[in-house]
């Protein structure tokens, strides 16, 4: 699955909008001693949400594929 393919989920794009919010608006309103450590800290965060969102995306059965379930056999 690609990135381009999870734009159709409101969470992905929310998410990355919240990413772009803290990289543009939040770190430059740090003070100047904290500035590098609430930008690590803010990128390691939204990175791990887009992370999250991207993987339980994958989980997500496409039209043309079975959901298969505990008893559905493997090999019919």
Not at 31 to 38: A, G, I, N, Y
Not at 45 to 52: E, G
């Amino acid at each position: 699955m690609s990135l381009k393919s999870l734009d159709f989920l409101n969470t992905w794009v929310k998410t990355k909008d919240l990413a772009l919010c803290g990289y543009r608006e939040l770190v430059p309103l740090s003070p100047p001693e904290e500035k590098w450590s609430v930008a690590q800290q803010n990128r390691l965060s939204t990175n791990s949400l887009l992370a999250n969102v991207a993987e339980n995306a994958s989980k997500i059965p496409h039209p043309n594929e079975e959901l298969l379930t505990p008893n559905t056999p493997i090999f019919p």
